[in-house]
């Protein structure tokens, strides 16, 4: 009698520890996938940016507008990167 309860329970744990692990490797494959996605993105904007030439040329516009758009609510930094928290400071939030 004691011989069919622990063989019960062996089979339970198996199967208790199989389904565990199937879990686990579920969430590990989907981990990897989103690598995986994340990475041809990676390497689909490298071409891109390798290939046009005229988008290169736009993201330094873009950054040299930004810096004129932070200049103008930071005030002139003199080339130093300070950091720039205008609504922190107009309600009085400590800035890190």
Request: charged share 30%; glycine share 2%; with cysteine.
């Amino acid at each position: 009698m004691s011989d069919d309860i622990s063989s019960v329970r062996l089979c339970e744990d198996s199967s208790r520890e199989s389904l565990q692990l199937n879990q686990h490797l579920e969430k590990m494959t989907e981990q990897m996938e989103n690598v995986s996605v994340k990475l041809s993105w990676m390497a689909y904007d490298m071409v891109v940016l390798r290939t046009s030439p005229d988008l290169a040329e736009s993201f330094k516009s873009l950054e040299n507008e930004f810096l004129k758009c932070k200049a103008v609510i930071c005030g002139p930094t003199d080339g130093q990167d300070k950091n720039c928290h205008p609504a922190a400071e107009e309600h009085n939030i400590p800035q890190k």
